[in-house]
């Protein structure tokens, strides 16, 4: 059964919607792109766009890979989505995808 930050986070994703919430101590703000699970953890690849990070936030935003547990007070807000293309590889965070926001 899938958590309630996963479901959050599904529609999230399918409404092209802005995720809030605190990992590891630090307020987020981010877009979901990718949910699924990796090694049995439920999984999720963000672009985070603003507010707090550990290894500072690059202007224009940076990809995190998140484990879903570790996410507290999420909330799902409306606002621009945020994404940027600069891939240099297919993403690595979620091995098995349940679900990825159309571009």
Known sequence: MASTN?????????????????YRGLRRE????TLGHTDGHEQ??????GGESSKGLPDGGEWRCMDI????????????????????????????VDVEVEH
Request: hydrophobic share 40%; net charge negative; charged share 25%.
């Open 6 to 22: 996963y479901e959050l986070i599904r529609d999230a994703i399918l409404a092209k919607r802005q995720i809030v919430a605190t």
């Open 30 to 33: 981010m877009c979901p792109h």
């Open 44 to 49: 999720a690849l963000f672009f985070q766009f």
């Open 69 to 96: 547990s570790l996410l507290e007070d999420l909330e799902v807000s409306d606002g621009e989505w945020f994404t940027r293309d600069d891939h240099s590889r297919p993403q690595s965070c979620v091995h098995l």
